[in-house]
């Protein structure tokens, strides 16, 4: 239930118009489609991508984009918004960027001529045409999840949620960030026991406010990088924009970064069950509070949760962890191993950067087409036999027994 | 883009938060006039929230005073006329939109100029843009349209960017077929020159004309990035230039066409009068083609930028002049001249040893002959000075006489 503050909140102001919208308000009114008519041919436009390499590009055929050109989705936007990225990034062959976001829920359809076969190329061979995705938000499935910390510094779980009915980053107006980050607020305030904290406005938060959020590794910045920034989702920065977090700092949610919401539970050390449990409990109750307030989240049979990128859809779940494998990461089958337990390795500086000292940010690979709990499992699990492969190694063991099949 | 979303939202929840802004748009867009514009677009579709993006995004420049909106085609400039004309009144000098524009290229009117110091001046330039009536902008052009803008100016033959085939047989205005019909291709005697598409240029020629310092890059200013202009790059950019290497035509930088005569040295005369004949003879040219440029006789030549707008003019020099430049009334100076400073890597530069861009500051409201005059007069009164410096004498008095122009 809502806490007393925000009760207050909406009593007050029910007379005058609610500070948030409710979704009826919301869909009374339809955005207005675009009256631009491209003048020439589709052939005239087709994109030049000889020299790129990402997933759209494979996918994206003169026939396929003449089909798509001139539809445009019920909010309006067109299959030329959702290629930005793709055509201005030209990509590298040996990192595999998907290079197409969503403006909103329904382009996953009305493009799907695209979007399909991206997704099934990114998410090995999951096909939304027949495939359905398994949501498990349950921690009590998970079994053991106490990593060793001699090796295992730190755990953490990531998740982005979209907001049914508003545009995606890309492509959202200022009015509609600005709702989300309305609908975000009232869904913190609904946050109880360890999980109540404060919100800090990108905007408006004050100087000492800002350092504290930096030292806590908190603060997320303009995006820098040019798959976000040719996407269209740095305008009007820091309109909107903010960060949630609660007393203890170790649950934390952004919001209208790369997705509307960005729910993350973290802590030192390798107690992942534990970070899983509180992240479970987090998301659920944001999405209660959500609920209660007349919005939902954007989710479908197929798709499971659906997000800004294509490469994010199912439960958008990152679990990862930053572990200590000096020895092991030296070794030839290193790339190897971790392609067979599912798992990616990045730098501890986030997805562009790479590896300091031997320490590695190890994360699951997959997203749809495995439930939360499957893929905090196959890091627990994965995670577990990397440390017995790096103790084994101080010993100057073999590992040759102890490679996953 | 965005579209905008009159049925969901009021012009007050969509307003921008200029509150920190110093630009021309977030001093003149009222939330009236906002909501004025929010009900129109341009007939390609171009709105308001377009337009102003740049100026949302970029708050401020430490050197200039942005403008913050662009135009997307010609018809920007009428349809948001309630925010472009207060702007460009600002920009301008208090331009009226009663005011008419005087053009006048006929280099015979120009005196002096031909031998300015080459112990001071290191190179002469000048420049202007052009655009091509019936197509729309850079932050607001489709692909195809960027594509005819290359082949109306430009040589047909490096043109091998058409992603399949069967496009190019549908897709035949018969202009295209003749790469000889071209405008730049027509150029001859100490014009004539060669196209070199960016996306096609060899390793050698990228070389080369990197040397000469023709080459242009990838914008990597905010300003530029925010309002769109570098979409799809590289395709239809590419640099025309003479054999001669002192005239050359930018195609889809940040305009249609820059057009640019430069030369070492101090003789301006001669650049200006080459530039005033490459002009005429390319209008002439795209004319017999059945293309002209965009022009009316109250805002002159019609560019991408309000502060381009009139003559498109930036006639400048590269200056020594490390002891005035420390002078606590230069800038005063240069205000009084109508000139304007820069870094020698262009307008997001500051100089580091004593060698300044120096330029004419006005665009419109003065013709091509009056401003190239005015960067002459000053470019020489400006030598004396460091003379008279360098000698150790007071500079006081000439300074105190300096009438403003």
Same mark, same amino acid.
């Given at each position: 239930?809502?806490?007393?503050?925000? %009760?207050? &909140?909406?009593?007050?102001?029910?007379?005058?118009?609610?500070?948030? $919208?409710?979704?009826?308000?919301?869909?009374?009114?339809?955005?207005?489609?675009?009256?631009?008519?491209?003048?020439?041919?589709?052939?005239?436009?087709?994109?030049?991508?000889?020299?790129?390499?990402?997933?759209?590009?494979?996918?994206?055929?003169?026939?396929?984009? &003449?089909?798509?050109?001139?539809?445009?989705?019920?909010?309006?936007?067109?299959?030329?918004?959702?290629?930005?990225? %793709?055509?201005?990034?030209?990509?590298?062959?040996?990192?595999?960027?998907?290079?197409?976001?969503?403006?909103?829920?329904?382009?996953?359809?009305?493009?799907?001529?695209?979007?399909?076969?991206?997704?099934?190329?990114?998410?090995?061979?999951?096909?939304?045409?027949?495939?359905?995705?398994?949501?498990?938000?349950?921690?009590?499935?998970?079994?053991?999840?106490?990593?060793?910390?001699?090796?295992?510094?730190?755990?953490?779980?990531?998740?982005?949620?979209?907001?049914?009915?508003?545009?995606?980053?890309?492509?959202?107006?200022?009015?509609?960030?600005?709702?989300?980050?309305?609908?975000?607020?009232?869904?913190?305030?609904?946050?109880?026991?360890?999980?109540?904290?404060?919100?800090? =406005?990108?905007?408006?938060?004050?100087?000492?406010?800002?350092?504290?959020?930096?030292?806590?590794?908190?603060?997320?910045? $303009?995006?820098?990088?040019?798959?976000?920034?040719?996407?269209?989702? &740095?305008?009007?920065?820091?309109?909107?924009?903010?960060?949630?977090?609660?007393?203890?700092?170790?649950?934390?949610?952004?919001?209208?970064?790369?997705?509307?919401?960005?729910?993350?539970?973290?802590? $030192?050390?390798? *107690?992942?069950?534990?970070?899983?449990?509180?992240?479970?409990?987090?998301?659920?109750?944001?999405?209660?509070?959500?609920?209660?307030?007349?919005?939902?989240?954007?989710?479908?049979?197929?798709?499971?949760?659906?997000?800004?990128?294509?490469?994010?859809?199912?439960?958008?779940?990152?679990? %990862?962890?930053?572990?200590?494998?000096?020895?092991?990461?030296?070794?030839?089958?290193?790339?190897?191993?971790?392609?067979?337990?599912?798992?990616?390795?990045?730098?501890?500086?986030?997805? *562009?950067?790479?590896?300091?000292?031997?320490?590695? *940010?190890? =994360?699951?690979?997959?997203?749809?087409?495995? =439930?939360?709990?499957?893929?905090?499992?196959?890091?627990? *699990?994965?995670?577990?036999?990397?440390?017995?492969?790096?103790?084994?190694?101080?010993?100057?063991?073999?590992?040759?027994?102890?490679?996953?099949? | 883009?965005?579209?905008?979303?009159?049925?969901?939202?009021?012009?007050?929840?969509?307003?921008?938060?200029?509150?920190?802004?110093?630009?021309?748009?977030?001093?003149?867009?009222?939330?009236?006039?906002?909501?004025?514009?929010?009900?129109?677009?341009?007939?390609?579709?171009?709105?308001?929230?377009?337009?102003?993006?740049?100026?949302?995004?970029?708050?401020?420049?430490?050197?200039?005073?942005?403008?913050?909106?662009?135009?997307?085609?010609?018809?920007?400039?009428?349809?948001?006329?309630?925010?472009?004309? !207060?702007?460009?009144?600002?920009?301008?000098?208090?331009?009226?939109?009663?005011?008419?524009?005087?053009?006048?290229?006929?280099?015979?009117?120009?005196?002096?100029?031909?031998?300015?110091?080459?112990?001071?001046?290191?190179?002469?330039?000048?420049?202007?843009?052009?655009?091509?009536?019936?197509?729309?902008?850079?932050?607001?052009?489709?692909?195809?349209?960027?594509?005819?803008?290359?082949?109306?100016?430009?040589?047909?033959?490096?043109?091998?960017?058409?992603?399949?085939?069967?496009?190019?047989?549908?897709?035949?205005?018969?202009?295209?077929?003749?790469?000889?019909?071209?405008?730049?291709?027509?150029?001859?005697?100490?014009?004539?020159?060669?196209?070199?598409?960016?996306?096609?240029?060899?390793?050698?020629?990228?070389?080369?004309?990197?040397?000469?310092?023709?080459?242009?890059?990838?914008?990597?200013?905010?300003?530029?990035?925010?309002?769109?202009?570098?979409?799809?790059? !590289?395709?239809?950019?590419?640099?025309?230039?003479?054999?001669?290497?002192?005239?050359?035509?930018?195609?889809?930088?940040?305009?249609?066409?820059?057009?640019?005569?430069?030369?070492?040295?101090?003789?301006?005369?001669?650049?200006?009068?080459?530039?005033?004949?490459?002009?005429?003879?390319?209008?002439?040219?795209?004319?017999?083609?059945?293309?002209?440029?965009?022009?009316?006789?109250?805002?002159?030549?019609?560019?991408?930028?309000?502060?381009?707008?009139?003559?498109? @003019?930036?006639?400048?020099?590269?200056?020594?002049?490390?002891?005035?430049?420390?002078?606590?009334?230069?800038?005063?100076?240069?205000?009084?001249?109508?000139?304007?400073?820069?870094?020698?890597?262009? @307008?997001?530069?500051?100089?580091?040893?004593?060698?300044?861009?120096?330029?004419?500051?006005?665009?419109?409201?003065?013709?091509?002959?009056?401003?190239?005059?005015?960067?002459?007069?000053?470019?020489?009164?400006?030598?004396?000075?460091?003379?008279?410096?360098?000698?150790?004498?007071?500079?006081?008095?000439?300074?105190?006489?300096?009438?403003?122009?």
């Amino acid at each position: 239930m809502f806490s007393k503050k925000v %009760g207050v &909140a909406v009593a007050a102001a029910s007379s005058a118009a609610l500070w948030y $919208k409710t979704r009826e308000q919301h869909v009374a009114g339809a955005r207005l489609p675009p009256t631009r008519e491209l003048k020439y041919p589709p052939g005239a436009d087709f994109p030049d991508l000889k020299n790129h390499h990402n997933i759209m590009k494979n996918h994206l055929t003169p026939g396929c984009y &003449a089909k798509l050109r001139d539809v445009t989705t019920p909010n309006g936007f067109t299959l030329d918004q959702c290629i930005q990225t %793709g055509v201005d990034n030209q990509g590298h062959p040996f990192i595999k960027i998907v290079g197409l976001t969503a403006c909103d829920e329904e382009s996953y359809e009305t493009f799907k001529d695209l979007f399909y076969p991206v997704i099934k190329e990114r998410h090995n061979g999951y096909d939304p045409e027949v495939d359905t995705h398994p949501i498990d938000l349950n921690p009590a499935h998970i079994k053991g999840g106490k990593l060793d910390e001699k090796y295992v510094l730190s755990s953490r779980v990531r998740t982005g949620r979209a907001i049914r009915g508003l545009p995606h980053p890309p492509v959202c107006s200022r009015a509609e960030r600005r709702e989300v980050e309305n609908i975000a607020i009232a869904a913190f305030q609904g946050l109880s026991s360890d999980l109540s904290g404060q919100y800090y =406005s990108l905007k408006t938060m004050s100087e000492a406010d800002q350092d504290k959020l930096i030292e806590d590794h908190f603060l997320f910045d $303009k995006p820098v990088s040019p798959l976000l920034t040719s996407a269209g989702m &740095a305008r009007d920065w820091p309109d909107a924009r903010g960060i949630f977090h609660n007393d203890e700092k170790n649950f934390l949610v952004w919001v209208n970064e790369e997705d509307h919401l960005r729910l993350i539970s973290m802590e $030192k050390g390798g *107690d992942m069950k534990s970070v899983f449990a509180r992240f479970c409990k987090g998301v659920n109750q944001i999405e209660k509070v959500v609920g209660e307030i007349g919005w939902e989240f954007q989710k479908s049979e197929n798709l499971g949760y659906i997000l800004t990128c294509p490469s994010n859809c199912g439960n958008g779940l990152r679990c %990862g962890v930053h572990v200590k494998l000096p020895l092991l990461s030296k070794d030839k089958r290193f790339n190897d191993i971790l392609d067979k337990l599912r798992l990616q390795k990045r730098g501890t500086g986030g997805v *562009d950067t790479a590896a300091v000292g031997g320490t590695f *940010d190890i =994360s699951n690979l997959d997203r749809l087409g495995k =439930s939360e709990v499957q893929l905090v499992q196959e890091v627990i *699990d994965g995670v577990n036999l990397l440390v017995e492969m790096e103790k084994r190694l101080e010993k100057r063991g073999s590992i040759d027994r102890l490679m996953p099949k | 883009m965005p579209n905008h979303n009159t049925a969901r939202y009021t012009a007050e929840e969509e307003y921008p938060d200029l509150e920190k802004h110093a630009n021309h748009m977030a001093h003149c867009l009222t939330k009236e006039i906002y909501k004025k514009m929010r009900a129109v677009q341009t007939p390609s579709g171009f709105t308001i929230d377009n337009a102003i993006q740049t100026g949302v995004d970029n708050p401020g420049h430490p050197f200039i005073m942005t403008v913050g909106c662009v135009a997307g085609d010609e018809e920007s400039y009428e349809t948001f006329a309630d925010l472009f004309d !207060p702007v460009i009144e600002a920009r301008h000098n208090g331009y009226k939109k009663s005011d008419m524009h005087k053009t006048d290229i006929d280099p015979d009117h120009l005196k002096g100029g031909e031998n300015l110091d080459p112990k001071y001046v290191l190179s002469s330039r000048v420049r202007t843009g052009r655009s091509i009536r019936g197509l729309c902008l850079p932050p607001h052009c489709s692909r195809a349209e960027r594509r005819k803008v290359e082949q109306i100016s430009c040589e047909g033959k490096n043109h091998n960017h058409r992603g399949a085939n069967y496009t190019l047989q549908r897709f035949k205005p018969c202009s295209y077929r003749q790469p000889s019909v071209t405008a730049l291709a027509k150029l001859d005697g100490e014009l004539k020159g060669n196209y070199y598409s960016l996306k096609g240029m060899t390793d050698k020629q990228q070389d080369q004309l990197i040397e000469d310092h023709f080459l242009f890059d990838k914008p990597v200013s905010p300003l530029l990035l925010a309002s769109g202009m570098a979409r799809d790059w !590289p395709d239809a950019r590419g640099i025309w230039h003479n054999d001669k290497k002192n005239f050359l035509v930018w195609i889809n930088e940040e305009d249609h066409l820059r057009v640019i005569s430069m030369e070492k040295g101090g003789n301006m005369n001669a650049v200006f009068k080459r530039w005033c004949t490459g002009l005429q003879l390319v209008e002439k040219h795209m004319k017999e083609s059945g293309y002209e440029y965009m022009w009316n006789p109250h805002l002159g030549y019609i560019l991408t930028c309000p502060s381009n707008l009139g003559t498109g @003019v930036r006639a400048g020099v590269h200056l020594k002049i490390p002891k005035l430049s420390q002078q606590p009334k230069f800038d005063e100076i240069l205000k009084k001249l109508r000139l304007q400073k820069r870094g020698t890597g262009g @307008v997001d530069t500051a100089s580091t040893d004593g060698t300044f861009d120096i330029s004419n500051a006005d665009r419109l409201g003065f013709s091509e002959v009056e401003l190239v005059q005015m960067v002459i007069d000053g470019v020489e009164f400006m030598i004396d000075l460091e003379k008279k410096l360098e000698k150790g004498e007071s500079i006081e008095a000439e300074v105190d006489g300096l009438k403003q122009k």
